[in-house]
C-alpha cells in the first residue's frame, strides 16, 4: 500500500540554521507528494505540494523536489527562524479520484534563537 | 486560501454521553471530506471518507456505530462519538475537497477529553 516514511524528531536547531528534514514514499503510479506544518495548538497549514517527478515546491522560505529516482520528498530551508518550530507532516495523494492524503508521523522541529 | 472551520474547539465530557463535532467548509462546496484522528506526538489517522449525499466510507478498525458521520450538504459534515468513553480523548481533524486532485484544506481540530 501507499506509506510515507519521514525522519524521526525532534529535531533542534539554532536560528539561521540550515534545515532538512527526509521523506521518502511508497506508492504505486505517480502520486502527489505535500508538506504540511501544524503551529502549536493548531490544525494543519498546506505549507507546500509537488504533484509530478521534478516538480519543486516552495513556500516561506522551504523548499521540496519530487525524486522519482530516489522516491523522496526532502524539505529544507536556508535560514530557519524560531517562528518556524512546528510540527511537519510529509503526505502523499494518488489523484485518481478524491482520495485522502496518507501521512508520515511528523516531525518536530524547535528552532532555538 | 479555502477556510474550513470545527466547531467546537475543544469539549470536555462525560464518560457515556455523546459528543457532535462540526466541520464547515466556509467559502467553497466541498464535495468529499475526510476525518482524522490524531493522538498525541502522533500522526493523523484516516476515520473515514464521507461524500456528499451518501454515506461515509470507513477505514479498517474504525467503529461506524461508534463514530457516526453525516455530510448533508456542501459545506458541513459532522461527526459523533457515541457513548463516549477516555479513550476516545483525543484530536479530531476534519479536511475537506471541492473534487479530484483539488486541495484539502483542513480544519483547526477538535480536541475532546472524555472524563
Known amino acids: 500500500g501507499n506509506s510515507v516514511t519521514q525522519m524521526e524528531g525532534p529535531v533542534t536547531l539554532s536560528e539561521e540554521a540550515f534545515l532538512t528534514i527526509n521523506c521518502t514514499y511508497t506508492?504505486?503510479?505517480?502520486?502527489?507528494l505535500f508538506w504540511y506544518v501544524q503551529y502549536p495548538g493548531e490544525g494543519l497549514q498546506l505549507l507546500l505540494k509537488a504533484t509530478k517527478a521534478d516538480d519543486k515546491g516552495s513556500n516561506k522560505g522551504f523548499e521540496a523536489t519530487y525524486r522519482k529516482e530516489t522516491t523522496s520528498f526532502h524539505l529544507e530551508k536556508g535560514s530557519v527562524q524560531v517562528s518556524d518550530s512546528a510540527v511537519y507532516f510529509c503526505?502523499?495523494?494518488?489523484?485518481?479520484?478524491?482520495?485522502?492524503?496518507?501521512f508520515g508521523k511528523g516531525t518536530r522541529l524547535s528552532v532555538i534563537a | 486560501g479555502a477556510v474550513v472551520s470545527q466547531h467546537p474547539s475543544r469539549v470536555i465530557c462525560k464518560s457515556g454521553t455523546s459528543v457532535k463535532i462540526e466541520c464547515r467548509s466556509l467559502?467553497?462546496?466541498?464535495?468529499?471530506m475526510f476525518w482524522y484522528r490524531q493522538f498525541p506526538k502522533q500522526s493523523l489517522m484516516l476515520m473515514a471518507t464521507?461524500?456528499?449525499?451518501?454515506?461515509?466510507?470507513?477505514e479498517q478498525g474504525v467503529e461506524k456505530d461508534k463514530f457516526l458521520i453525516n455530510h448533508a450538504s456542501l459545506t458541513l459534515s459532522t461527526l459523533t462519538v457515541t457513548s463516549a468513553h477516555p479513550e476516545d480523548s483525543s484530536f479530531y481533524i476534519c479536511?475537506?475537497?471541492?473534487?479530484?486532485?483539488?486541495?484539502?484544506?483542513f480544519g483547526p481540530g477538535t480536541r475532546l477529553l472524555v472524563l
Open positions: 479536511s475537506a475537497s471541492g473534487g479530484a486532485g483539488e486541495t484539502q484544506y
Open positions: 506508492a504505486t503510479g505517480y502520486p502527489s
Open positions: 464521507s461524500n456528499e449525499g451518501s454515506k461515509a466510507t470507513y
Open positions: 467559502d467553497f462546496q466541498a464535495t468529499t
Open positions: 503526505a502523499l495523494r494518488k489523484d485518481s479520484g478524491n482520495t485522502p492524503l496518507v
